[in-house]
């Protein structure tokens, strides 16, 4: 018996063409057992690799993977707010396109829907280079002091919505590393409930990540600016 009747699973993914196979086949074969419909959506965003190709590939295998392509780079957040916004199901989960959550664990999140409208990961040992992870600490207690945001891992990219989350959202904003922050910020102010999941983070094997780049650093606390000023 499947334990949730349809669900949408989308993966944001810039240049994860060495990921991104390995990522789709290991979610469609857990869809197959707790679901009785699904979709799985790429966001391509705006990829200069062979992503496209290789996704295009996995779409022959399986009708239930689409692909969704930016022409042009739009961010972290603007790859997944196109992910939300793209899901026609009544439970969306996402995670990152490059292979560092085990997607099976999404069975440890279904039960905690019946008390929350946002189930989320929060990793129980990161597999980040130090200055991340002081980074990280650092960035939620910053969050804490602006919004009164307390959870144990804003950034982990592995969640559970139900969908009248997002339709309540319709106006996601950033398109860079704020989005997991400002999509929970928003969400509790709605009055939504969130729950919290422990998860395992593995190392990138392919490919390199882009959130520790200054540029996008930078452009994160000019978005957590106009969201303050936004809220208050």
């Avoid at 042009?72 to 990152?96: H, M, P, V």
């Avoid at 804490?144 to 996601?172: H, Q, S, Y």
């Amino acid at each position: 018996m499947s334990l949730v009747k349809e669900i949408s699973v989308f993966f944001p993914a810039y240049n994860e063409a060495e990921n991104i196979t390995e990522v789709v086949r290991k979610a469609l074969a857990v869809l197959e057992e707790i679901a009785d419909n699904y979709e799985v959506l790429v966001i391509n965003d705006g990829s200069s690799d062979n992503t496209v190709e290789v996704v295009t590939n996995l779409i022959k295998d399986n009708k239930s993977v689409k692909l969704i392509t930016h022409r042009e780079n739009q961010g972290y957040g603007g790859a997944i707010k196109t992910g939300l916004y793209s899901s026609r199901y009544d439970l969306i989960a996402f995670n990152d396109g490059d292979g560092q959550f085990d997607f099976s664990q999404i069975r440890g999140f279904l039960p905690k829907l019946s008390g929350a409208d946002l189930v989320i990961g929060y990793r129980k040992k990161r597999s980040d280079p130090f200055f991340r992870l002081i980074n990280a600490k650092l960035y939620s207690i910053f969050l804490f002091a602006l919004f009164g945001l307390r959870v144990r891992d804003v950034d982990c990219a592995f969640k559970l919505i139900k969908k009248e989350v997002v339709d309540a959202l319709p106006n996601l904003e950033s398109n860079g590393a704020l989005i997991s922050a400002e999509l929970l910020i928003r969400a509790r102010k709605k009055g939504f409930r969130i729950a919290q999941v422990p998860v395992n983070h593995f190392p990138r094997t392919f490919g390199s990540p882009t959130g520790a780049n200054l540029k996008v650093i930078v452009k994160m606390f000019g978005e957590v600016l106009k969201l303050y000023r936004d809220l208050k």
